[in-house]
């Protein structure tokens, strides 16, 4: 499972409120990625990081931001939440190394709800 | 814009029955091709790898081809087992950032 944790794991909140998810790994590899999967929209990214303080921006990225400041760490955060936003939140890492690979594994998945 | 579309999005078998999933994507310049299986309010497991210069890969009972000029994957269950019930997702990534775009997934139902 690539040793991929992701926490919360369920996270009940209200409209407005701000909200972190933490995607934590633990094989320093370098391609970090959060999607979001709802129903009759598959996965979808929102954002990804390629090193310590690289990140990019997926197709649905507005009204999210990221961080990455240790190469194990990519954090997501809903600067304010909105009814839109809930869904399920996956992290994933990509084996990705210049070479042979760019096998994608996933973590366990945080449900968000915003009221 | 690549997109990527899997045919059917349910599917009910028989156990026992040998099934073949489809995904079909639109741009041909693909970096490789990943199956993952999903259970029910669970994460993603990664099934099958196949570079782009491969044409299929095998693991136990499943085998995944590609033919990547006309932009499809099928992936091959060998007589299915009710454990084998699960939304079956396939994905295709690029040589930017190993980003990939998914289709919505393949629902497989397998009756004892």
């Known amino acids: 499972d690539a040793g991929i944790t992701q926490s919360p794991r369920h996270k009940v909140t209200e409209t407005g409120t701000p909200v972190t998810l933490r995607c934590h790994q633990t094989?320093?590899?370098?391609?970090m990625y959060w999607y979001r999967q709802d129903p009759g929209h598959g996965l979808r990214l929102i954002h990804y990081s390629y090193g310590v303080k690289d990140t990019d921006k997926g197709e649905v990225s507005d009204g999210y931001s990221v961080s990455r400041s240790k190469t194990e760490d990519f954090l997501l955060t809903l600067e304010s939440a909105t009814s839109s936003q809930t869904s399920v939140y996956f992290c994933?890492?990509?084996?990705?190394?210049?070479?042979?690979?760019?096998?994608?594994?996933f973590g366990p998945g945080t449900r968000l709800t915003v009221l | 814009k690549q997109e990527v579309t899997q045919i059917p999005a349910a599917l009910s078998v028989p156990e026992g029955e040998n099934l073949v999933l489809n995904c079909s994507f639109t741009d041909s310049a693909i970096y490789n091709l990943q199956w993952f299986r999903q259970d029910p309010g669970k994460g993603l497991t990664s099934l099958l790898l196949?570079?782009?210069?491969?044409r299929e890969q095998t693991s136990g009972r499943l085998n995944a081809s590609l033919d990547k000029s006309s932009g499809r994957s099928t992936l091959y269950i060998a007589a299915s087992q009710p454990g084998d019930s699960a939304t079956y997702l396939c994905a295709v990534s690029g040589t930017n950032a190993g980003k990939s775009t998914f289709g919505d997934g393949t629902t497989l139902t397998v009756k004892p």
């Open positions: 196949i570079q782009s210069s491969q």
């Open positions: 094989e320093n590899h370098r391609y």
């Open positions: 994933a890492i990509n084996t990705l190394a210049g070479g042979p690979g760019n096998e994608q594994f």
